[in-house]
């Protein structure tokens, strides 16, 4: 059993800076990659981020890559994004969530377990 508490949501203007945090509990945590992920109304879920187990290794979407960062702190069970330059377009209910592997994944399909997610609104 993993739970994730999502927050560090908020409204912000374009071109601000804003963090997420993620706080994570269960066996499979120190174990797992992590990931994060976004969705609009009316869109599907859009993979932004993710690390794997030791947070050696990290992949970002395309609208993610140079403007976003994914880091994680085992110790405090905390996987954070951290997000630059925000615009308008960046506007979404963002997710994290644990997969069950060394790797992390482009799929939210593969992830095992979400929380429920926090609300970026960015304004123009």
């Known amino acids: 059993q993993v739970q994730l508490v999502e927050s560090g949501g908020g409204l912000v203007q374009a071109g601000d800076s804003l963090r997420l945090s993620c706080a994570a509990s269960?066996?499979?945590?120190?174990?797992?990659?992590m990931g994060w992920f976004r969705q609009a109304p009316g869109k599907e879920r859009e993979f932004v981020a993710a690390i794997s187990r030791n947070g050696g290794t990290t992949y970002f979407g395309d609208s993610a890559k140079g403007r976003f960062t994914i880091s994680r702190d085992n110790a405090k069970n905390t996987v954070y994004l951290q997000m630059n330059s925000l615009k308008p377009e960046d506007t979404a209910l963002y997710y994290c969530?644990?997969?069950?592997?060394?790797?992390?994944?482009?799929?939210?399909?593969?992830?095992?377990?979400w929380g429920q997610g926090t609300q970026v609104t960015v304004s123009s």
């Open positions: 969530a644990v997969r069950n592997s060394i790797w992390g994944s482009y799929y939210p399909d593969e992830y095992a377990y």
């Open positions: 269960g066996r499979t945590y120190s174990s797992a990659a």
